[in-house]
C-alpha cells in the first residue's frame, strides 16, 4: 500500500497546472501506536483511484500550493492530529471558533500570516463594509456563518465559517461493531442518508471481499438513483423559488412528495434509512411494488420534464439564472470541485461512469456536462440528471434480476479499503479500517467538504442579494461536511 | 409561460392530506410498536438485545418483568421489527407526538400486558385545531446541528399535501417574530450559544419543541464530546416529537398536540 515514492514526489505529481493532473479526492491522517499516518487518495487519468500511505515523521510538506484543494483537509489534520505542514497559506483551525472554547488541547501552534484564531479577514478601503449572516439562517436550512465583504452591492470577499454543526462523526464510529455503525453514516447528511449508508456499505464489502447479489445491487441502484432524483427536483424547486417564482417551487415539492410516498409504498421507508446492510438489502421488493414505483417515477419524471422546461424558458428566470454565480473551469479543477458543480463548469466527471459500481455497468448513462459555470448550468445539470436517473429507474424496473437480496455475510477480521459512490452532490467517500470486526477509523469524504471551498469564489463579483440563489444552486450540505 | 404552469394545475384534484388522516399518523417512520398479547420473555429479551440505542429495554421489578420504550431514543433502525415476531411491528398510529418526554416512554408487563392508548376522537380534532390555535402561530424552525433529515421532512410540511398554512401555522424567518421553536438535532458544541441566544431573541410567550431522536436526547450522537446533548440540556422544551426523522404526519401531530395542552397555560 505504501508506495514507493516520497511525499515531495508525490505532490509534484499532483500540482494541478499540470494537464493531466490526478485529482486529489482525499487526505486523512489516522493514529496508531502512537504513530501518525497521513493518507492521500488520489484519481490518476486511465488509472483509477490510487492510495499513498506515509509515518508522518516531522514536518510534512503542504500540499496546498499545488493543489487548493488541499487546504481544509490541511487544517483539519493540524487541528485533529497536530500534523505540521510546511508552507501552509494559514493552518487555523477549522472546527474550534475560538481558542478559549475547548478544554482538549489545542494543536501546537496556530499559525496563519494574516489571521490570528477566530479571526476573519477585513477587506479596507473607502466603501468597504462587513456583512455578517449567520449561523441562523431565515429558512429551514443548516447553520453556517458567512462573513461578506461588500462594496455597494457587490461582494468583494466572502469568509465561510462553517462547523458548526460539528458533531465529532467519524470518532463516533471507532469502536463500534461494523454493522453497528450504519445509522451513524446514514445520519452524516440525512438527506442523502441513502448514498452514505452504500458507500459505508461498499467499503466494509471491499474491506471483506463480501460479495453482493446481482438482485441487491439493482434494489441499490434504485435507490440511489431515487435519491438523486428528488433531490436535483427539490433543488431546481428551489432555485425557482429563490427568484421569487413559487408555482415551480410548489410543484418541485409536490413532486418530491409524490416520490418519497411512492418509495414508502416501495420500500417501507420515505428516505430509505435501515434499508442497507453490508452484502444486503432488508427488503425484496414484489412484482407488484415494482409496477407501481416505476409508474410513479414515470408521472414523476414526466411532470418534471414540462415544469423545468417551462421554467427554464421564462426570460425573467433566464434573467436571474444566467452568469450568476460562475465557477471558472480554472477554480472548480484546483479545488478539485465535484458532482453537478463540477459538470456544470466544465469537468465530466461521474463516479459511476469513472469508476463504475455495483449495478451501473450494465446501463448506458448521459453525463451532462456544461462550460458555463454559472447558476443557469447547475440548474441544468440538475435538470438533465433526474431525467436520466428516472430513465435509469424504470430501465432497472424493467429488468430486475432474480436471486437473493441478503446473504448471510461475515464480518470479523481485519482491514482496510475504501469506496466512493456518486452522491446526488457529487463523489462520496468513505475510508475504513477494520479490526477484528470493529472500525477502528472511519474518514469520510463528503462531496460538499469539496465544494465548499470553491463558493467563496463563484459569489464573488456577484451582488449580495444573489447569493441566495448562487448558494442554493451548489446546495451543499453543512453537516456532511461539518460531520 | 406561467399562464401554462398555471393550467396545468387547473382540474388536479387537491392533494391536502385531510387532518383526520394525518393526525396521530406515524406510517413510513419506522418507529415500532408492541403487540403486548404476542410479547414472551424471550421475545423481550431478543429485541432488547438487538437495539442500537437504549430505546428498548429490559426492566425487573421483583418478579415482574418490564419491556420499556422510549420512542425519544428510537432511531427507528427495524432491528426490533425483524426478530420481534409479530411481537414488534412497524406502527401506523402513534399517540405521543408533541408530549412530555415522559409521555414518549411506554412500558408492559412482558407477561401479561398494557397498552396506553390516548387517541382523540377524530371528528372534533378540526373544529378543536382552529379554537386552539386563534388560526395564527409563527414558527422559527432551528438546526442546532442536525443531520439535516429532520430539516428535510420539516421544509415537506409546507408542501401541497401537508400545507401547515391551512391551520394558520406559519415558518416566520426571524425568531423576533415566533411563538414558537421547532429545534432540531442534538444541541453541538459550536451551535450551543447560538441557540440560547436564538431563544433569548424570541419574545414572551414561547414555546419550545424538540424534534427527532436527537432533538429529544442527542439520538445517535449522544455519547459524542463535541454534543452538548438533546435540546433539553440548553433549553426549557414543551413538547417533544420523536422519530428519526419523524414523518410529517408526526410533526404536524406533535405541533398540533404541544398547541392543544400549552395554550391557554401558557408559561414564562
Ligand atoms: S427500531 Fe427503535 S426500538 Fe427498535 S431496535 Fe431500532 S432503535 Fe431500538
Ligand atoms: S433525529 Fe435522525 S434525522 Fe433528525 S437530525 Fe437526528 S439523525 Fe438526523
Redo the contacts between chains.
Keep these: 500500500m505504501t508506495a514507493g515514492i516520497t511525499t515531495s514526489e508525490l505532490l509534484r505529481l499532483f500540482d494541478t497546472s499540470l494537464t493531466d493532473a490526478p485529482r486529489l479526492v482525499s487526505l486523512f491522517g489516522r493514529k496508531q501506536d502512537d504513530h501518525k499516518y497521513l493518507h492521500y487518495i488520489l484519481d490518476l487519468p486511465d488509472v483509477g483511484y490510487r492510495e499513498f500511505a506515509y509515518l508522518v515523521e516531522g514536518v510534512v510538506p503542504s500540499a496546498t500550493r499545488v493543489s487548493p484543494a488541499a487546504a481544509w483537509h490541511e487544517r483539519e489534520l493540524h487541528e485533529e492530529f497536530g500534523v505540521e505542514f510546511t508552507d501552509h497559506p494559514g493552518l487555523l483551525p477549522l472546527r474550534r471558533h475560538s481558542p478559549e472554547r475547548r478544554e482538549t488541547p489545542q494543536p501546537n501552534e496556530v499559525r496563519s500570516p494574516r489571521l490570528r484564531h477566530g479571526e476573519f479577514l477585513q477587506v479596507q478601503g473607502t466603501g468597504v463594509c462587513e456583512v455578517p449572516v449567520g449561523p441562523v439562517h431565515a429558512g429551514i436550512i443548516e447553520p453556517g456563518h458567512f462573513r461578506f465583504s461588500v462594496i455597494g452591492d457587490s461582494v468583494l470577499h466572502l469568509q465561510l465559517r462553517l462547523f458548526y454543526t460539528h458533531k465529532g462523526t467519524e470518532k463516533l464510529f471507532e469502536g463500534s461493531l461494523a454493522n453497528e455503525a450504519l445509522p451513524i453514516a446514514e445520519s452524516v447528511s440525512g438527506d442523502n442518508c441513502f448514498a452514505h449508508a452504500i458507500a459505508y456499505c461498499m467499503a466494509l464489502e471491499k474491506v471483506f471481499g463480501v460479495h453482493v447479489p446481482q438482485r441487491t445491487d439493482a434494489v441499490r441502484l434504485i435507490g440511489l438513483e431515487l435519491e438523486r432524483l428528488w433531490s436535483h427536483v427539490v433543488d431546481f424547486g428551489a432555485l425557482c423559488g429563490d427568484v421569487g417564482f413559487s408555482v415551480p417551487a410548489a410543484y418541485c415539492a409536490r413532486i418530491k412528495e409524490d416520490l418519497l410516498q411512492a418509495s414508502t409504498r416501495f420500500s417501507g421507508t420515505r428516505y430509505w434509512r435501515a434499508i442497507a446492510v453490508p452484502g444486503g438489502v432488508t427488503f425484496d421488493p414484489t412484482p407488484s411494488a415494482v409496477q407501481d414505483l416505476s409508474r410513479a417515477v414515470g408521472d414523476a419524471a414526466a411532470d418534471f420534464a414540462v415544469l423545468a422546461r417551462m421554467a427554464l424558458e421564462t426570460p425573467s428566470v433566464q434573467d436571474r439564472f444566467e452568469t450568476a454565480g460562475i465557477l471558472s473551469p480554472k477554480v472548480a479543477k484546483d479545488f478539485a470541485v465535484v458532482g453537478p458543480a463540477a459538470r456544470a463548469s466544465g469537468i465530466k466527471k461521474d463516479v459511476r461512469i469513472d469508476h463504475p459500481y455495483g449495478g451501473y455497468g450494465n446501463f448506458q448513462l448521459d453525463v451532462p456536462c456544461y462550460e458555463c459555470g454559472d447558476v443557469m448550468a447547475r440548474a441544468r445539470v440538475r435538470v438533465d440528471e433526474a431525467m436520466s436517473s428516472a430513465r435509469l429507474i424504470v430501465e432497472q424496473l424493467a429488468s430486475f434480476p432474480a436471486g437473493e437480496v441478503r446473504p448471510p455475510v461475515s464480518m470479523s477480521g481485519s482491514g482496510e479499503g475504501f469506496a466512493a459512490v456518486e452522491a446526488p452532490r457529487g463523489e462520496l467517500l468513505y475510508w475504513l479500517k477494520v479490526n477484528e470486526g470493529r472500525i477502528a477509523r472511519c474518514h469520510v469524504r463528503s462531496p460538499s467538504f469539496q465544494n465548499w471551498q470553491a463558493l467563496p469564489f463563484a459569489v464573488a463579483g456577484n451582488i449580495i442579494a444573489d447569493f441566495p440563489l448562487i448558494n442554493k444552486s451548489f446546495n451543499l450540505s453543512y453537516s456532511g461536511c461539518d460531520r | 409561460?406561467?399562464s401554462?404552469?398555471?393550467r396545468?394545475?387547473f382540474g388536479v384534484p387537491s392533494?391536502l392530506i385531510p387532518v383526520e388522516e394525518l393526525s396521530g399518523s406515524s406510517?413510513?417512520s419506522?418507529m415500532p410498536e408492541i403487540r403486548p398479547e404476542r410479547l414472551t420473555v424471550e421475545i423481550a429479551e431478543r429485541v432488547a438485545a438487538v437495539c442500537?440505542t437504549t430505546a428498548l429495554k429490559l426492566e425487573s421489578h421483583g418478579d415482574r418483568l418490564n419491556l420499556m420504550l422510549d420512542y425519544g431514543e428510537c432511531?427507528?433502525?427495524?432491528r426490533c421489527i425483524?426478530v420481534g415476531e409479530g411481537a414488534v411491528m412497524?406502527a401506523n398510529r402513534l399517540q405521543c407526538c408533541g408530549g412530555s418526554r415522559e409521555q414518549l416512554i411506554c412500558s408492559w408487563d412482558v407477561r401479561t400486558g398494557t397498552e396506553q392508548v390516548r387517541a382523540g376522537s377524530p371528528e372534533r380534532i378540526r373544529a378543536e385545531i382552529f379554537s386552539w390555535v386563534g388560526r395564527a402561530l409563527n414558527i422559527r424552525?432551528?438546526?442546532?446541528?442536525?443531520?439535516?433529515?429532520?430539516?428535510?421532512?420539516?421544509?415537506?410540511l409546507?408542501?401541497?399535501?401537508y400545507d401547515l398554512e391551512r391551520f394558520g401555522i406559519h415558518?416566520v424567518?426571524?425568531?423576533k417574530h415566533a411563538d414558537m421553536l421547532l429545534v432540531t438535532?442534538?444541541v453541538?458544541?459550536?451551535?450551543a450559544e447560538?441557540v440560547k441566544k436564538?431563544y433569548e431573541a424570541t419574545p414572551h410567550p414561547k414555546l419550545v419543541v424538540a424534534v427527532g431522536a436527537?432533538g429529544c436526547g442527542g439520538?445517535?450522537?449522544a455519547?459524542?464530546?463535541?454534543?452538548v446533548g438533546g435540546v433539553s440540556s440548553v433549553l426549557p422544551v414543551d413538547g417533544y416529537i420523536p422519530g428519526?426523522?419523524p414523518?410529517p404526519a408526526m410533526l404536524v401531530s406533535g405541533i398540533l398536540e404541544v398547541m392543544r395542552r400549552l395554550t391557554g397555560t401558557r408559561r414564562r
Design positions: 409561460m406561467i401554462d404552469i398555471a396545468r394545475s392533494r406510517a413510513g419506522r442500537p432511531i427507528g433502525c427495524g425483524a412497524a424552525q432551528l438546526d442546532s446541528g442536525s443531520c439535516n433529515g429532520c430539516e428535510a421532512e420539516i421544509v415537506a409546507t408542501n401541497p399535501y415558518f424567518a426571524s425568531p438535532g442534538p453541538t458544541r459550536n451551535m447560538a436564538t436527537c439520538g445517535i450522537f455519547a459524542s464530546p463535541e454534543v428519526c426523522p414523518t
